[in-house]
């Protein structure tokens, strides 16, 4: 039996679809009860309860644990630590054997003081920390940027515009997250998976190429990205209604991904088949 974290999410619900198909029973956690199916045992509840995540983990051979991506907390570095915390002392009063991490490309990089340096990635590089100190075997899952990461600006999309302070011409590691839930299924399945898997997309790709995908497919075929200052994105993201934090660190992430800091540092190759951007943004429904 594996244990899922994130059962319900993008990743985590791939992540169970591919252990299903592999004849391997699932406990799938997520904040709302996932659908129960064969093989599947609903486990509603919060990630933050330190016994509830003991009894998630008591007995399996393996789990796949993240970090829940909240753009609304109010101080995103506690939040993320607490829940972080919790996950990491749960697998190790469960002595879980064997746990796959979903991370990201740049956690290998400190997030730097108030994680000014990497925005949003310094808690996934804190988190790797904390993961470390575990007996069991830790395999950590660094994907590119979610190309789903996409789709969340409809405000912007409805004047044809894709709105964000990545430079135009800065190529990156971008990838779907059907890919990243592959590679993280296989790698809980393979008892000698490396230390790092990363999972880059088919090929580096820059944020106006995936625009130009997209917007035909939301029915905007005119849809543009419009590079806007720094100063001025965080404005943006507070009046969409983000907190000052959060729209902080975004534009940090940003400016790292503006830096070449984000980047991948191994071969392509940890998916087979993988969906290039034009593929992903076919699938897409408006």
Known sequence: MITVLGATGNVGSQVVRELIAAGVDVRAVARRPAVAAPGVRPWPGDLGDRAFLRRAFDGAAAAFVLLPF?????????HQARLGESVVAALRDAAVPRVVALSSLGAEVPGGPDLAV??????????????????????RVRPGLFLESFLWSVAMRAH???????????????VATRDVGQAAAAALLAPDAPEVVEVQGAADR???????????????????????????????LRGAGMPADGA???????RAFNRGEIRAHGPRGAVDDVLTVEQWAAGVTR
Do not use: F, I, K
């Open 70 to 78: 909240d753009v609304n907390a109010p101080d995103h570095a506690a």
């Open 118 to 139: 990497t925005g949003y990635l310094g808690s996934l590089h804190d988190q790797e920390d904390r993961l470390a100190t575990l007996d069991g075997h830790v395999t």
């Open 160 to 174: 044809g515009v894709h709105a964000d302070s990545v430079d135009p011409d800065v190529a990156l590691p971008m």
């Open 206 to 236: 820059t944020v106006p190429d995936v625009v130009a995908a997209l917007g035909p497919a939301l029915g905007l075929p005119d849809l543009t990205y419009v590079r806007v200052p720094d100063e001025e994105m965080e404005q943006l």
């Open 248 to 254: 902080r660190l975004h534009v940090a992430m940003n």
